[in-house]
């Protein structure tokens, strides 16, 4: 088979210097975060990424479900533009909260496009490896997204829970001490990180009270902690795989084009529909 | 109590001309569709009518989810002004796929003023009558986001199915003889309309062949069969309530202003929250 | 629209002096336990207030399954003979634990009245401001009786527990030193009430191990510490609405009437029915 | 082990002649529905039947919830003198819906008595043979009570369907030609029966159409149809079992007194309870 | 009714001495673990005790899923043999993980005889008494499977958990210092017991952290401590019934057998089936 | 990334001649049944065909659920020598039963190898395109195995059914004309096949009357009707995915060999356990 042309596109660009964990442009690789977690995985392809549409939110990261539903129909244009151009085989939403990915699946789905996203991704992975499946996030309004994606896929008799480690993104409302940019230097560093150490201890307590077989990552600014929780929970005696949204969004992606697959036209309809149903079971 | 000040917001604005069943712009009562069905309801309150952001996903009405978020982003930028305008205490959003709902109520709860929006309404109206509900929408897209409202609003268990009666909105992409307008003005006349009778043999099956308890109506533009569904099916021996939205989006409105509520501070979480939980059950 | 005319209906009534917290017959404001908290919801309606029938089952407040059952069986009477008079528009059963309620609901059905009861209007009130509540309730007897009314009205997926706080009812069987008498004067005094203070912990932990994002009370001799539990959650960071049942069984009742129903003929169904279902769906 | 001491009691008594297909007294084998169905059941067995309580509801066979409220209060006093008499292993309540089953079994409880009830015991070992049955009844109203039992019970997932074949009981609202009492004469001389045909076709559509893997029948005038719709279904190629409640009633109250069992002291907690629980799940 | 004829098959055989806690072979009473725990069940029966299929995994007790079912595919062979023997009317299975029962089911099922086994009739018999149940076990590997035998029943609904008190059984991978053996022979004694004092800490967290109304015995090597359990958990005041394997299997075999089933012909279809069925609901 | 060294092991193997659809010896690609619909997929893999474990059930192909747990006791052994060969990446189980697939994960997941397996993948992918999947099968008895594995796999809210086209597979009991072998031959020359025409008609029965959007094929003796049955429904207007589990099977195992994944520990503990939990949740 032919390596397949991938387009991954970023939830949102902010203006130079807004966002400290992803510049807002330049070369591909530096517009997927943490690439070097992902770069063998997009080695065999011949990949693209977009920096996302521009914020109009406001210039920083979104969190809210007004902030998400913004970026989320901005996004969906450029996913339209880039199935016309035919220039891919695939598309991968970059972003945790998965902003206008069933938008843009509906519109892949037209053009015979897999349109794949982090959550989404993750939610399935998680369900292949064992039953239940815990979500390690951020701040209560990731938390909030999040839980609306689970229920969104329909994962909730997955989900055991979302875990809040309360490190919210750099936002005109967040006037904490929390950094996540800065954990993650110290983290990297090979020090001691507060970010990651709520990371490590909301997984075991995933593990031990609520039961997850599968941990998963919410916000994509924390997607960088995957080896590292994975590690630390390895030592402490669980084997708890850990999961984040890139590596999971790309590889989904890979699996649909081999088996030539992009989505169900009975969940996606085109427009109009080729033949219509009389009923519709929810 | 003093009579509540009620906005109602349209869920978006084409051009004039550009669709048969609600006018661009005109007087309050021009601008709610069907104001006779609701105008007792309204009757006891202060209210104003907003005609919807003007729509920039195309000059027609919206069916599918990508046209659907883009008119729900829009809807959110009203929403947040009438909240800080503090002109209103309660807002009702109008239209039946209730575009931008969840984030409206997001922004209302942060004011104190709680926002209805019709799908929802009808939902919980439904399952106050009985457990079951049958929804009765208008075509294949519809359904899609009618279906999509259902398991965001959690009532997969309640909800037996959507019936489709194929009567898709005015759009590019209906080429169709099925004409909505013509069918309401029929109807409306007395004379025989194919949607009305479609719709009551809809009805019909969802209460003998999905075990139905309640009807609601999915789209807006079929929200005027209301009272005609109702008296046809009790004409055949059936005593079901049949629902439309904009009079449960009002009343649901009244009785939360009533107990001085909104939604639960839990659910939609400020920004910053005031304080966070460690763990989140979805 | 005309002020609606609404009987509410106790659910038993003792002899005289056998119980501290409601008055065993007097003017109808006595009637209503706590009347000052739903004054303003009843001050536009005619409403008349019965005292209950006369207790059967012993002359002390009702926990058990059986004492439930007897005084359902003797409130079903009333209801009948307020319907026949056709002097209300609505009726409301008061209490916690809706003893008679679907039964009520049966007979008002036919004759076209909504009836309304505080646990069910509770369930629903809270489904609309979250999805999941919690309940406080006072003993192990009562807390069997909500859950049965939690399971009978289908609100398993929402309910996340019902917490305890261990002040039953002056009963024979009660033999404890609690006394919610007492404990309701000391904290309407703005004394310390171990009562309140173990109904405020109970609602942390609702919120924190349970996920609750709205309370709910059990008993209605626990309806007093509403606005209490609610303003200590507020200063403790929750954003927590706490619900009572009176003024929600008074407000569902007013909607139901605004919209013209009572309940679905299908899920009621008259006796004989006007058409039979070859096939029902629990 | 001893002979168990049984004390079956029926749901209510009528006055002499006012129902055919039960005498209002007599003795113990005349006061069990077709009693030669169970005779060897009961065979090494010490029982006794009670007539049930006078009816209070009217002099005619019950069917609506009001009815069933009201002998269920009246049958809950025959169990508690029972009980207190410690003249009984194991109460036995007969009849299809249940009336005052649950109220019956904590006062059981109580004294360590295991009560079963009909439907409840059909349910249960309905889904030792299978995981799902249908329900085959025979009015809209009754079946409205078979319904709330399966929701009581928590049966939901298990039952797939109740199907209704009209033939309601002798009442004055009941003004059919449908006669249970012609149809069982008719049946058992080896005529054509409208009702067993109608059971039949019920059975079989609930096999085909509802997924079910074992029938329970609900009301228990329509008990004496089991071994016919069995025997029918049969030659039709289903090897579906059809169970009855008097019968399956019968045998798990000897199962529970050979355990030693009657009901959990956690779902049927004692007044006052020995110990109490923080947390109720539901 | 003539005493019942049933045969009693072990789970597997090992090799003389292998296994402390049940001989590999001798008198039928010996080959019954804890015989004394059922011998007035088993006194009005004909019983016959098969030591089990020689083991082919390996000399040691089973735990993990691939021992199961080797042991379930030996076990296999020995009840049809003793179903074409026709010298049993029921068969009764030991062991707690019911290796091969589904699969011997289906085999008693065409030759009319009831197969029961220990979790399965734990299981029934346990919503009998509460709706919920939680599970006491003894190990990660045993849990593995007490929980997938949940999931194959359908009891996901009804197990709040299983509680693991991690003591293994005697195995090659079993290295800690608990044994089972030693610590029965100490409770036995009266002595202290880790392994029992763990199992009533596990049913009290069962109790008030999961919500447990009934408990169950996992592992058959911990059936001896159900009275024990029992005992100590009443004297902490909770009126819990704790359930074992053996005799639940055999009292629900004796049910079956006194009311002339075994299973449902469309869940345990015979080959070839009589007739098809089109469609199957899950 | 290397090309992943893939083993495909048949579900059993037969004597010669035994079955007409899978020789049951020769080169790899004769043992990988419709070789020519996977190719593609395996151009880019080392890979190596097992003929599966000799069969001790009979010499016939599996159906009821004793031959699948004998086969699949078996196979076990199989992929455990497999696995400890160190000659492969990962595992593909053939067939459409998954005989043996748990056990076999188990023991995959302890030598760090994936194992994929037909039902279990075509499922997740199933649920990947959309929310509801149809299974369209081939008899009686291969029915109750698929529904089996749906419920074991925990698919049981997105499976809507399993239709029978009732062509089982060649064995003693079959004694109907029906064979599969014949329909395939007639099928692939462009000749009608009765076989081809009832799944076709269960495929839209499954889309219009169940819900299904996307269809999976039971027994692997079926996977041969994958593109022709998705090519007639697209002629008839359904948009639908049909997968067939070889496919699916080989591309989850490689997308888990990319993501460096087999299954959870905590799904799948190793024996013995790192570390063990005091409770598991189902």
Chains 1, 2, 3, 4, 5, 6 share one sequence.
Request: with cysteine; proline share 7%; charged share 25%.
């Amino acid at each position: 088979m032919k390596p397949p042309r991938l387009l991954l596109v970023n939830a949102f660009q902010l203006s130079e210097g807004a966002y400290a964990l992803r510049p807002h442009d330049g070369p591909r690789e530096a517009l997927v975060m943490d690439y070097a977690n992902v770069a063998h995985l997009l080695a065999d392809t011949e990949w693209t990424a977009h920096p996302g549409a521009r914020a109009t939110h406001g210039d920083w990261p979104v969190e809210t479900r007004e902030e998400f539903l913004i970026v989320g129909a901005n996004r969906v244009r450029i996913v339209r533009e880039a199935c016309e151009s035919k220039q891919y085989d695939a598309i991968v939403l970059l972003g945790g909260g998965d902003p206008g990915f069933l938008e843009c699946r509906d519109i892949g789905r037209r053009h015979g496009i897999p349109v794949t996203s982090c959550a989404h991704a993750q939610m399935h992975l998680a369900t292949m490896l064992g039953h239940r499946f815990g979500v390690i996030d951020i701040s209560e309004q990731h938390n909030t997204q999040m839980a609306q994606l689970v229920v969104q896929y329909r994962f909730t008799e997955h989900c055991v829970a979302v875990r809040n480690i309360n490190h919210p993104l750099p936002r005109p409302t967040h006037d904490g001490p929390q950094s996540i940019a800065e954990e993650k230097a110290r983290a990297l560093r090979g020090e001691p990180s507060a970010m990651l150490d709520a990371a490590v201890a909301a997984g075991e307590s995933a593990i031990l009270e609520d039961g997850a077989e599968t941990l998963i990552l919410g916000c994509s600014a924390a997607y960088w902690m995957r080896p590292l929780i994975e590690a630390r929970l390895r030592e402490a005696g669980w084997d708890v795989p850990v999961l984040e949204g890139y590596s999971c969004a790309i590889e989904m992606a890979r699996m649909l084009l081999r088996l030539g697959r992009d989505a169900s036209g009975l969940a996606f309809p085109s427009d109009p529909p080729r033949r219509w149903r009389p009923r519709r079971v929810v």
